[in-house]
Structure formats: structure tokens, C-alpha cells
């Protein structure tokens, strides 16, 4: 099983600050995602990058596939209090199984 | 009504007893699969299966077992638990796509304490 490590591990900042977090890998996977999880509740899947380079928006946040396809960015432009969560990263390996970074905690303060 | 359903929410037992966790979803999807979390160690996957006679080991298998009683419905068991798998347990399922595409919906969890 090939391995993903997340950095952070904890995020805390205020509102509207800018955050960056990272996903690593020295495998290729056929593509990545990116989940965010509230508690109580299982992950919801918020993006699929699949080309080396890839840049994909969804509103403040910017995801990024390396161009090897070995590791990704979550960046989170002017935080708000919402986007409170544990995000975790998880590469597709050939055969459609997930693997799983730890997980950052984000904490947006207001 | 929710798409991916587990009973029970909640499950306090002690060391030794047989448990079971259940998973159902009306998403008609054929893959379905059974994951760990713990704080600093993300998902890790126990079993998975593509189709009804399909079952397939994951990562951390050792411990439990699961059945595939129909489509829609993907059991774990735990048949002697131990207080290390104490943790939260998801099901998800996702049904049959390219790489590009899989998206796995996952349930709200089952928290277990084992004593």
C-alpha cells in the first residue's frame, strides 16, 4: 500500500488569513482527492484531480496536482469560521481503492 | 433519507464479545467498503467488496470479518474485540467507474468502545 503524508497535522488561524496544506507521496497515484469532515459525520468528497499540474477552484479554495502526480495542495484563501473541518487527502490507486493521508485539522478562529 | 445508513451510531462492549456493524445504502451502487479512523492516522480500509460474491482484504483485515448479504447491505464483524479497536468505523460505496471518477459516499460512522 503506498503511503500519503498531510501537513499540517493542526491548522488554527483567524478569519481571513490564508492557509496552504500538503499532501506527499514518493508513489504516482491515477489520480487524488481531497475530503473535508465534520464531526459526527463521515468525509464528503470536495474535489478529483487527475493530469500532473492540474489546478482546480472550487470558490476560495485551490487544489493542485504535482506534475508527477505524486502530491497535492489544498490552498484556502481569506478563511471563514465555515470552512472548519478535518481535511483529508487520498490518493486513487490503480484498482479504485483510496489511500488515505492523517488528516489536517483546521480550526478558523473569528 | 440518507443514501449510506450504520447501526449503531454508538456501541459501548467489553473485550471478548462478538459485535456486529451494519451498513445499507440506497445509492445502488455494487462497491461497498468498511474503513477505520483514528486521530493521526486518517481511513484505513478492512474490507472491501466490488459486487455480492466479491470480498476482498484491505490494510488492516486482522480482527474482523464481514458479509455481503445483498446489494445494498455490507456487515463488519469484530468476533472477539479488543480494546485496540476501540475507534470510529465507516462504510462507504461508490459505484463502477474510472480512476478519474470514483467518488466514494461514505455513512455517518459508528464510534466503538471496547472495555
Known amino acids: 500500500t503506498q503511503l500519503l503524508e498531510q501537513s499540517p497535522q493542526f491548522l488554527s488561524i483567524q478569519e481571513g488569513e490564508n492557509l496552504t496544506v500538503y499532501c506527499n507521496s514518493s508513489s504516482v497515484f491515477s489520480s487524488l482527492q481531497w475530503y473535508r469532515q465534520e464531526p459526527g459525520e463521515g468525509p464528503v468528497l470536495l474535489v478529483t484531480v487527475v493530469t500532473g499540474g492540474e489546478v482546480k477552484k472550487l470558490k476560495r479554495l485551490t487544489f493542485q496536482f504535482g506534475d508527477a502526480r505524486k502530491d497535492s495542495s489544498l490552498h484556502i484563501t481569506a478563511a471563514q469560521p465555515g470552512d472548519t473541518g478535518l481535511y483529508l487527502c487520498a490518493g486513487v490507486e490503480y484498482g479504485n481503492k483510496l489511500v488515505f493521508g492523517a488528516g489536517t485539522i483546521l480550526r478558523v478562529k473569528s | 433519507d440518507a443514501d449510506v445508513t450504520q447501526t449503531p451510531r454508538n456501541r459501548i462492549t467489553k473485550t471478548g464479545k462478538r459485535i456486529m456493524l451494519e451498513c445499507s445504502q440506497t445509492?445502488?451502487?455494487?462497491?461497498m467498503y468498511w474503513y477505520r479512523q483514528d486521530p493521526g492516522l486518517g481511513l484505513r480500509l478492512i474490507y472491501y467488496?466490488?459486487?455480492?460474491?466479491?470480498?476482498n482484504k484491505g490494510e488492516i483485515s486482522d480482527g474482523y470479518s464481514v458479509s455481503r448479504q445483498a446489494q445494498a447491505k455490507f456487515s463488519l464483524s469484530l468476533e472477539s474485540a479488543i480494546p485496540n479497536q476501540t475507534a470510529l468505523y465507516f462504510c462507504?460505496?461508490?459505484?463502477?467507474?474510472?480512476?478519474?471518477?470514483?467518488?466514494?459516499?461514505f455513512g455517518p460512522g459508528t464510534r466503538l468502545l471496547v472495555l
Open positions: 462507504a460505496t461508490s459505484d463502477r467507474r474510472g480512476p478519474s471518477q470514483e467518488t466514494q459516499y
Open positions: 445509492k445502488g451502487h455494487d462497491r
Open positions: 467488496s466490488f459486487d455480492v460474491k466479491d470480498i
